[in-house]
C-alpha cells in the first residue's frame, strides 16, 4: 500500500511569501516579456540572441550555446550554462534555485529541469527548493526530468523518459522510472 501523508493538506494555508525570487517584481516582468516573445515562440530567433538576453537578464551564458525554439526558462538570473551547450525545443527550466550547467551538454527536447517541490508531508504543501548540476559533456534525453537537489555527472546520459530522483556518477547511462545505471560508459 502506497504511503500516505499523515496530515492532509490545507491549501488555503500556502505561504510563499518566504520565497526569494532573486530580482524586482518589475525585472521580472520584463523577463516575462522577453521570454514569451524571444524564448517561447517557435520563430527560429538566433541562438546568440537568445544567448545575449540571457546574460541581459543575469545568466551566466558561455561561447556557442545554442538555444532552441520554446525553451522556457523561469529565473535566468540563477542559471549558469557552459560553452557549447545545446538546450532542444521546448525544454522547461525551472530555476527556483540555482541550476549550473555545464560546458558540451545536450539537453534535448521536452527535457523537464526541476529545483522546486513541495513537502506533501506538510499541510500547508511548504515549498522545498534545491539546486540542479549538470556536469561537462552530459546528454539529458528527450522528456526526461531532473528532479530538485540531483548532480549529473561528466559525461553521463540520461535515457528518453527517465525520471532522475537522485544523482549520477560520472560516466554512466541510467534509465527508467525512477532512473538506474543499466551500463558503465567509457
Known sequence: MPDRPTTSRDLSAYNSAGFDRGASR???????????????TSLPWPSGLRAALLRLFGAH??????????????FPWRVRIGS???????????????????ESVCISQRAFICTGSHDYSK???????????????????????????????EGSVVAAGS?????????VLVRGNPAAVVKQLA
Do not use: C, H, Y
Open 163 to 171: 525520471v532522475v530522483l537522485e544523482n549520477v556518477a560520472p560516466r
Open 26 to 40: 518589475a525585472k521580472e516582468a520584463l523577463w516575462l516579456a522577453v521570454r514569451w516573445v524571444f524564448f517561447e
Open 84 to 102: 557549447n551547450t545545446w538546450i532542444g525545443e521546448e525544454v522547461l527550466i525551472l530555476s527556483l534555485a540555482m541550476v549550473e550547467i555545464a
Open 123 to 153: 499541510p500547508a504543501f511548504d515549498l522545498v527548493t534545491k539546486p540542479v548540476t549538470i556536469r561537462r559533456g552530459a546528454w539529458i534525453a528527450a522528456q526526461a526530468f531532473i528532479a530538485p537537489g540531483v548532480e549529473v555527472g
Open 61 to 74: 551564458v558561455g561561447d556557442g550555446v545554442v538555444i532552441r525554439a520554446k525553451v522556457n526558462i523561469t
